[in-house]
């Protein structure tokens, strides 16, 4: 069996961090080879050449221009990468907000994902405060933030913490100032 997990959430809220320190244990504790597929690294410079060619702004993420025409593609092409390590053998952690993709349970429809019942999945939901995610954004100086933060308003208007329907089969995680227990207690989760 191959594991095919989420580290999802909103900007700031430790995402890559969390994967990047649980991922060697993730291997380990499965006996299984793994990779780490994060839609930035995947993307980035891509997004970066398309949106200046568009608009002369290679940082901008989250405009609506970049929301209605290279979101969606970059999404399905990382979960297609996803895959073929999954159909190769190999696990996959998967970084990405993901945000409209938790809200409308697709990273749990096995036909959305194109993968069978041999693949285990499992969604992590990285959270924090509001004010900490933009702290933290504030803190790394991302150019790829400056739209987001220009225009904070209208950004933390779709940030969200799922519940009902949205939050069934999540594991939660508040990666404010998570203890080592916390990450322990998590890794048991996911394998």
Known sequence: MTHLIFFCGHAGTGKTTLAKR?????????????????????????????????????????????????????????????RENLDLGVSVAVVAPLTREVREGRL???????????????????HVTEDLARERIVARGDPNDAYKLAHWDDYRQRRFVPDGPASRGLLMFDNASPSDEAHEDLLQRLI
Request: proline share 6%.
């Open 108 to 126: 749990f429809d096995r036909t959305w994902l194109r993968i069978g019942d041999e693949v285990q999945v499992r969604v992590v939901w990285v």
């Open 22 to 82: 649980l991922f060697p244990r993730l291997a380990q504790a499965s006996g299984e080879p793994f990779c780490l597929l994060d839609k930035d690294t995947l993307y980035g410079a891509y997004s970066a050449a398309a949106m200046n060619a568009l608009t002369g702004d290679p940082n901008d993420r989250d405009s609506p221009l970049f929301l209605q025409h290279l979101r969606d593609p970059e999404y399905r092409a990382l979960i297609d990468t996803a």
